[in-house]
């Protein structure tokens, strides 16, 4: 996953389910949400693809189109 960092910008690397910056060095959770609802994006995973479906009415959502919100851990 190529996902900037909140702070910086820069890209992070992927550490387990987390993010991390190298640059703060700081982890971050990712949550997908939708961005038509606001909504958390369930995750469902299969042959080794990953989608992401809101059940909110919204259905499956592009990757292009998730609005990622970072944590840090
Ligand atoms: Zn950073
Ligand atoms: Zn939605």
Known sequence: MESPCPVCARPMAADGEALRCEHC?????PQALCP???QPL???KACGAVD???FHG??????KRIDWRYSAL
């Open 52 to 54: 992401y479906f809101c």
């Open 25 to 29: 060095r700081r982890r971050y959770q």
């Open 58 to 63: 919204d259905g499956l959502v592009s990757r």
């Open 42 to 44: 369930a995750v469902l």
């Open 36 to 38: 038509d609802c606001g």
